[in-house]
């Protein structure tokens, strides 16, 4: 059996469908997707290609909004922020600017401009990107690296459903995504790192950072 790719622990078996199988760690919660189902980089970006995320979708602005809007709620004024995983077209930022917050963007494909990785930021956002990212133990600790004191991590990712729907739940169709979180998982994470989880709608998480260590 495979190791948890957030806390290492040994997984146990969980589901199963005609593509893939599904682990669960007995310690953080996270289901995932042993590494033999991975796609390359090559397929990966082919996928993202095909997504069509344009900021004169309104829809999609409605969609990203739905964190947006209570992060802006919680920030200071002049605040800087990151879009970890921002996509090709980097709307959120574009929305952000739109209110007079200044965002930066950073996406592994279509904006990897690593220097932004150099810095530190008020408020770190990734919407729908978590689950498509295989190290979720490093990712942690990169973002740990990237936020401020005070700041936020906020987190848009479906959370898991129970066993009987989680075999018929469309979000694990999509073969880039690998990395499954609960409310549970994101305690989990919360008590690792001495971070404040504040739970904003069914699938938008916060983590406040302490404004000094405990």
């Excluded at 309104?58 to 200071?76: D, E, H, M, N, V």
């Excluded at 930066?104 to 930021?121: I, W």
Aim: glycine share 4%; charged share 15%.
């Amino acid at each position: 059996m495979s190791s948890c790719p957030l806390c290492h622990h040994e997984t146990a078996a969980f589901s199963q469908d005609k593509s893939r199988s599904y682990v669960r760690c007995p310690q953080c919660f996270l289901v995932s997707v042993p590494a033999a189902f991975y796609l390359d980089e090559i397929a990966e970006k082919a996928h993202y290609d095909c997504h069509n995320n344009d900021v004169a979708d309104l829809g999609y602005q409605q969609f990203l909004s739905r964190t947006l809007t209570p992060l802006i709620a919680r920030i200071k004024p002049g605040a800087i922020g990151l879009d970890f995983g921002c996509g090709e077209g980097a709307v959120l930022s574009q929305m952000a600017v739109a209110q007079g917050i200044k965002v930066v963007n950073y996406d592994l494909f279509y904006h990897p401009d690593t220097l932004a990785l150099s810095q530190k930021y008020d408020f770190v956002c990734l919407t729908e990107v978590i689950e498509h990212i295989a190290n979720a133990q490093a990712l942690m600790a990169q973002l740990s690296t990237l936020l401020l004191p005070g700041g936020i991590l906020a987190i848009m990712t479906k959370h898991i459903p129970s066993l009987d729907k989680f075999n018929n739940w469309y979000y694990k169709i999509d073969p880039t995504h690998i990395n499954f979180y609960s409310i549970e998982t994101f305690q989990w994470v919360a008590l690792q790192q001495g971070w404040q989880l504040e739970i904003i709608d069914s699938d938008v998480v916060f983590f406040h950072i302490p404004t000094s260590p405990a």
